[in-house]
């Protein structure tokens, strides 16, 4: 029988409400028992003293670039670092290279996922064609292989009639739509905020106003239509108070935002460093607070990395021509931490954030302890400290703003339906 036997940690169960220390027994797979000063019976014993021991975390948005671009990252490797990161499960985006429009796509990434990750992977579907915004997919069909989610996400669907149309046949498989809010027209060539910032810096700015009209539009055809609306990366103040008024009026309507929006102004861009251009750009301090307070008070779902990787020789560029994006996994844990130090959140509530609601969103299993579960565990030390450096992390990329940073707090083991995949002194130990 296969056990482990995880020791002295500070159980934090979102599902359950529990925030305890305890140890926890996994067996053949699943969670098995709690309890204080467990017998050891043979398992493998993983010391968990002043550490938390959580759902997995679930990361409803990635980047994983096969099939296609894999010199930029793989479904191994994207997989191995998520993995590092303390994720069990994540979506990865369809702006793949062919695009994830076709059942057969979809297969192909599940089938490789099985293989290659460690981690458990579910495929957002395009919502139209090529991500062109012209055509819709066939839902119905790339849900039966597997899509999770329907989302363009890298660009915005510019026709309202087409998103109207999306809105209303997702209702029928029932998956959300996850929408990328930025209008083309009112971005034009924007690469970083439109303000101060951009002024001093000589380059085009993309306005708050591109997100918060689109999440605007897109809550009123959510409304009409009742489909699942989900929004990711938010960025703004003006985007988290439309949905704080939608979900007021009790719209399905969700959102999430990511570590880099949390805690990175666009200030970061002042020395040009092409690692901090990112879609939707970093924004004003005021915007950054706001979605602070939106995660915190329950505005805002999930906390989502959109894990964007981008090869060294494309971010070593010009900013204006140096492509969106920066890596996240392996640094999502410390940097949210941040919202703990400053008593912003209970760490049970952030939890919550990167696991229990992730894991609702998409419709699938997770973010919970219970016994019987599929046993998907994180180990945090949520005081340990390191000084990050993307060339021994797991990604095949190295585009992290974070790079060369000291950071506190690290995941120090990973499990994957009662499988150890991760461990901080190890490594990545599977497949
Ligand atoms: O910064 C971003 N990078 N934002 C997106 O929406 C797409 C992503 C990518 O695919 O690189
Ligand atoms: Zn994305």
Redesign the pocket.
Known sequence: MNRILIRGGRLIDPASGCDETRDLLIQDGRIAEFGEDLETRGAEVIDATHCWVSPGLVDLHC?LREPGQEHKEDIASGGRSAAAGGFTAIACMA?TDPVNDEPATTDFIIDRARHDSPVRIYPVAAATRGLKGEVMTEMSALVEAGAVAFSD??RTIMDSGLMRRVLEYSRLVDVPVVV?CEDRTLVNDGVVNEGPVSTKLGLPGNPAVAESVHVSRDVMLAEITGARLHVAHVSTAGAVETIRQARDRGLNVTGEVTPHHLTLTDEEALGFDTNTK??PPLRSAEDVRACREALCDGTLDAIAT?H?P?AVHEKDQEYTIA???MIGFETAVPVVLDLVRTGEITPIELVRRMSTHPARILGQQGGSLAVGEPADVVIIDPERNWTYDPAKGYSKSRNSPWAGRQLVGRTVATIVGGRLVYHVDRGVLVP
């Open positions: 980047h702006n996400d890298g990328h990112v879609a959109d964007a981008h492509p969106h994006g």
